[in-house]
Structures are given as structure tokens and as C-alpha cells.
Nanobody
């Protein structure tokens, strides 16, 4: 059974940094990509960053230059380094794993940026 467990969320002041981590257990066949999505109150869930099985990264325009996604294939983890955080980055952040068969989600971790 595949599980994605996020950690690293919290409260930070604007301009600060946080690092989110996602630990994956279980085997995912034909994994396409892993990534991070976020959902703010009253808004739709949106892509923040992803990294493909080939190592290609993609970022939302709003986080380019501030966030960095990385992975450790040996440890089955994906991380999101978030710098220069803004109040508008406040949301629940979800880890995502996408394969040809289905999509997996973590339970989410809250990130709150105070102004």
C-alpha cells in the first residue's frame, strides 16, 4: 500500500523559509512525477512544483525563484525548499505522486505565513 507522509509545515513570518518533506512508502509502478500542490481557503488546489521521473522540474509562476523541489530516490523522499515566503503562500500543502494508473495524495501539511 502506497502512503505519502508530509512533514515540515508550520508558522513563519513573511520573508522566512520552510522546508517540506514527503516520505513515500510502498511501490509505485510507472511513476511519472512527484510534486507539491497547495490549497488555500476558498480556492482550488493548485500545482506548486513537480519533478518528473527523469528529473525535470516544473514550477508555478508564483513560486519560481523562491521554491526549489528536490528528491532523494534512495530514501524515496521529495522535498520543497521554500524561501522568501509571502502571506499569499499560506495554504495546506499536499504531496502528490502521479503514475499511469492513479494519483496518490498525502494528508497535507499547513503552512502559514504571517505578515
Amino acid at each position: 500500500q502506497v502512503q505519502l507522509v508530509e512533514s515540515g509545515g508550520g508558522l513563519v513570518q513573511a520573508g522566512g523559509s520552510l522546508r517540506l518533506s514527503c516520505a513515500r512508502s510502498g511501490i509505485i509502478f510507472n511513476l511519472n512525477a512527484m510534486g507539491w500542490y497547495r490549497q488555500a481557503p476558498g480556492k482550488q488546489r493548485e500545482l506548486v512544483a513537480l519533478i518528473t521521473s527523469g528529473g525535470i522540474t516544473n514550477y508555478a509562476e508564483s513560486v519560481k525563484g523562491r521554491f526549489t523541489i528536490s528528491r532523494d530516490t534512495a530514501k524515496n523522499t521529495v522535498s520543497l525548499q521554500m524561501n522568501s515566503l509571502k502571506p499569499e503562500d499560506t495554504a495546506v500543502y499536499y504531496c502528490n505522486a502521479d503514475s499511469k494508473i492513479r494519483t496518490y495524495w498525502g494528508q497535507g501539511t499547513q503552512v502559514t505565513v504571517s505578515s
